[in-house]
């Protein structure tokens, strides 16, 4: 192995990075699993990414972390910390000041105890008053010296996080630095706006001022960001206290910078503001807990909690045009740790899979689609789901073994009989003149014909109900995993069958098995069988030689027709020319030899006599199917007529 092919360092939590990847065929059939039960390809990926697979936590999951740490965020403290700390130093300043002065029996000494007892109830305005006072007690100065290094340090640890602690006991070199560095900034904000701003600018701005951005930005949209975010979060905090603490609090940092310092935190913040109007620049956060918090840590607070607001929603996906791509994965490292990021890695990973690998399709529009690959995987799992139920010894072979001139070769022969199409077996014919004495002279009994499986055709034509009130019973789920499955059925082991599905609510459509499994229940009035009946009609002519078949599923009576016009008539009841239509279209598909089999949903009295008297005129049969076992019933009675078919 070469060296420096590898680097090597502390595992940082997460999954195993040796565990075998990913497997998305796991994915594709719990994405059929909820489809199967009636979920659009859209809400089943939503609902996979939302609970999670495979061992992998689910965005729901991740959320209720989420709002853990915003419970806990809330409960860090209240945000009027550095007003009650300036009081505090007050009180403490103007308590040694009176210490000193009781003694003194001058009239000075009373003097300034009277000034001390009429300082303002307001501490901005009592910390003001005393700015020209001469202090008695040298301790009692240094305490009231504290409030303005005090609200200095504040305000800029609220927004240049670390200020604090960086700048206790400065120097006033120090405070000229960060003058420098403000004004620095704000020229660089300002070319940039102008359009004259280089990467380079950044990279000297940050070696000569580097040292106050603990996050080391790498260029100047990482350090607005961060900025801008720490700004709006003061705003928020300013905006949350009550207007006499907001009034006090504004008035003690005016008066604990000077007049260049002002001007340029002014000019920054409006700077940032204009770089990120997208931020919350504003509005009320509660906040708990027993223990006040300095504007510094206030402001992290509440930046942390604009962070999980932020991230809840993303994790949400409750907006248009969501995507797991919208995920702040710096958000989701620094509220959860590096094992909730490696699982919304695998989620993205698995939405990415599964259209590479063909599985999701996104149609013109941007809906989310099954493939045709997944639909054949998922139209097997559905006819599986079947077969579970039926009785093994049911299923059998569904093919006749007869002189067939379409079909396998058996291997065998027999001997040739007029009309017979099959191909010649030249040995056996041969064999058999030569096993004759004398010369070898062909007769018509020495001819055989290869023997072939010949299968019978039919048309299969199914009509689902797609009406709203599948969906309130709960039957469309059944009705479209039983359309998958037949499907399945047919074309995988009766290829030479014909088979298609028409939905039908207020108008009929033939429906692909995509389109199928991507539908949601029409939500509109109108059962309209008489159109179904019609697209079925249709399917049969073009399968003239075939075996018709037509099969209906649906739980109500049909309560819609095409006019002359094309357009749908709905009526509740059902008006007389509704149902002499729909009876019209059933004596037309009676009269192509087809039988039509009909699996209610419903026992409502209508329904059944309709249908009975359907039957009556048809000579079909009719199964008031338990919607469980739908499918059992559908691709049963398909198969059953198919043997019935083969014995004739």
């Keep these: ?20 990847p990913f497997d998305v065929a796991q994915a594709v059939d719990e994405l059929g699993e909820r489809v199967l039960n009636g979920q659009s390809p859209r809400q089943a990926l939503r609902d996979l990414m939302r609970r999670g697979t495979d ?20 409960q860090k403290g209240r ?3 550095t007003l009650e700390e300036v009081k505090a130093l007050l009180e403490e300043a103007v308590e040694l000041e009176k210490q000193a002065l009781f003694p003194d029996p001058s009239d000075a000494a009373r003097l300034a105890e009277m000034e001390l007892d009429g300082l303002p109830q307001d501490t901005a305005r009592a910390v003001q008053q005393l700015k020209p006072y001469q202090w008695k007690s040298q301790e009692a100065r240094e305490t009231y010296d504290k409030i303005d290094d005090l609200l200095r340090r504040e305000v800029l640890d609220s927004q240049f996080q670390g200020m604090k602690d960086a700048l206790e006991s400065a120097s006033p070199e120090d405070m000229q630095r960060i003058k420098d560095m403000l004004a620095d900034l704000n020229t660089m904000l300002s070319n940039d706006a102008q359009g004259l701003h280089t990467q380079q600018d950044f990279e000297e701005f940050m070696a000569k001022h580097g040292e106050h951005f603990p996050s080391q930005p790498g260029t100047l949209e990482e350090l607005v960001d961060d900025l801008a975010r720490r700004a709006a979060a003061q705003q928020r905090l300013m905006d ?30 409006d700077a940032l503001r204009n770089a990120r109007p997208d931020l919350p620049w504003g509005g009320r956060e509660r906040m708990s807990g027993e223990q006040g918090m300095g504007m510094g840590d206030a402001t992290t607070a509440l930046e942390e909690l604009a962070d999980l607001d932020d991230l809840e929603a993303a994790l949400g996906q409750d907006y248009p045009g969501a995507s797991l791509d919208d995920i702040d994965e710096e958000a989701v490292q620094r509220a959860l740790g590096r094992g909730a990021l490696d699982d919304i890695r695998a989620l993205q990973r698995i939405e990415k899979e599964l259209q590479l690998q063909g599985y999701l399709t996104r149609d013109a529009s941007g809906k989310l689609e099954l493939s045709p690959r997944a639909v054949r995987r998922l139209g097997a799992t559905a006819l599986r789901k079947v077969f579970h139920q039926l009785d093994a010894k049911g299923r059998g072979s569904h093919d006749v073994r007869d002189a067939g001139a379409a079909g396998d070769i058996t291997g065998s022969s027999r001997r040739w009989e007029f009309g017979d199409e099959q191909p010649l077996d030249v040995v056996r014919t041969v064999r058999n003149a030569v096993m004759r004495s004398g010369p070898v002279k062909l007769q018509v009994d020495d001819f055989e014909v290869v023997e072939t499986e010949r299968r019978t055709t039919a048309a ?37 069958d014909a088979i298609e599905i028409i939905g039908f609510s207020d108008y009929a459509q033939v429906l692909k098995p995509e389109q199928l499994a991507g539908l949601d229940p029409q939500r509109v009035q109108g059962t309209n069988l008489q159109h179904a009946l019609m697209l079925a009609g249709r399917f049969l002519g073009k399968h003239p030689n075939a075996e018709p078949v037509v099969l209906v599923v649906t739980d109500g009576e049909p309560t819609a027709h095409l006019t002359r016009d094309g357009y749908a008539d709905f009526c509740w009841p059902p008006s007389h020319e509704t149902t002499t239509l729909t009876l019209a279209e059933v004596e037309r598909i009676t009269r192509r030899g087809a039988t039509i089999n009909v699996f209610m949903l419903d026992d409502e009295p209508r ?42």
């Design 1 to 20: 192995m070469s060296s420096g092919a590898f680097r090597y360092g502390a595992w940082a939590g997460g999954r195993d990075p040796l565990e075998p």
């Design 240 to 269: 949350s206290l009550t207007p006499q603490q907001r009034q006090e609090l504004g008035e003690l940092m005016q008066g604990a910078m000077d007049m260049d310092m002002q001007s340029q935190m002014a000019q920054l913040g």
């Design 460 to 496: 299969v034509a199914l009509l689902v109900d797609l009406s709203f009130s599948m969906e309130l019973r709960g039957t469309w789920a059944a009705a479209k995993q039983t359309s998958l499955a037949l499907h399945s059925l047919v074309t995988t082991q009766f290829p030479q």
């Design 607 to 648: 329904l059944v006599a309709f249908i009975e008297h359907l039957a009556e005129r048809n000579g079909g049969r009719v199964f008031a199917a338990d919607p469980d076992r739908l499918g059992e019933y559908v691709v049963s009675d398909y198969l059953r007529a198919r043997r019935g078919r083969a014995r004739h």
């Design 79 to 81: 945000l009027d910390g």
């Design 55 to 74: 061992g992998l936590r689910g965005l729901e999951d991740l959320r209720r972390q989420v709002a853990r740490r915003q419970k806990e965020a809330r």
